[in-house]
């Protein structure tokens, strides 16, 4: 009896898991992770005088990133709901409402995903946008096996944008992983750090957070 009692109790726990990230959406984020710590090392260690051979390594992981980054745009429009990350008046009403409330007063929760969350997604995205876009150009300047630098293909002061728009991109990509690393690792924000290693939330987690009719989810496990 005690052995059957444990097992129904495991099975309703599972049945209680509600899958927040796919597989292939976790694999693609601690890439796509990794690849931007790498690009921001190599980067920025230079700047401040730590001196190894980085170049090769800078550009070839900015291809990486670049293949990645397309993954996820045709992944978001043809197999996801891009439109769950746009921001919409009801968002910021919502948050508003929240910060104004009082401890205990019932607020109105937010769907799949918070205003904080989206800000942050569309934040970082246009950071590594551009500085994506402007890496591409500035492999212009490089030596590779695969084709040879043109210095010349821009006109100085033009180089000069595309090094400002880089730089810039590197310096808020550095900003927003260092904000997004620390809410991560807050006690009461853990549940969202699990869900990108396990995938799943409880249906209790995700109650207490999100609208659970705004954004129903699917069960861990399942497609």
């Known amino acids: 009896m ?3 009692a444990h097992v ?5 726990e599972s049945a209680a898991r509600i899958q927040r990230h796919a597989g292939i959406d ?18 920025l260690l230079p700047v401040v005088g730590v001196e190894f051979s980085w170049v090769t390594i800078h550009w070839m992981t900015g291809l990486v990133l670049t293949l990645l980054v397309l993954f996820h745009l045709v992944r978001s429009l043809f197999w996801q709901r891009p439109k769950c990350m746009l921001i919409r008046p009801r968002d910021v009403s919502e948050a508003l409402q929240a910060a104004r409330a009082k401890p205990g007063e019932p607020v109105r929760l937010p769907g799949k995903y918070t205003l904080a969350q989206k800000l942050m ?6 950071a590594v946008v551009v500085a994506v876009v402007t890496g591409v150009i500035m492999l212009a300047k490089i030596d590779t096996p695969f084709w040879k630098r043109d210095p010349y293909l821009l006109a100085a002061g033009t180089w000069g944008v595309v090094y400002l728009l880089h730089g810039l991109a590197a310096l808020a990509t550095l900003t927003l992983v260092m904000i997004h690393i620390y809410f991560g690792l807050l006690p009461e924000k853990r549940v969202y750090l699990r869900a990108m290693t396990r995938g799943w939330v409880t249906r209790e987690e995700l109650g207490a957070y999100h609208d659970l009719e705004r954004w129903p989810g699917r069960r861990a496990g399942r497609s």
Do not use: I, K, P, Q
């Not at 129904?8 to 309703?12: G, I, K, V, W």
């Open 2 to 4: 005690a052995v059957e």
């Open 121 to 126: 997604h569309l934040a970082l995205g246009l």
């Open 8 to 12: 129904t109790e495991r099975s309703a």
């Open 26 to 43: 976790r694999l693609f984020h601690w890439v796509t992770a990794v690849a931007v710590l790498a690009l921001l090392a190599t980067g």
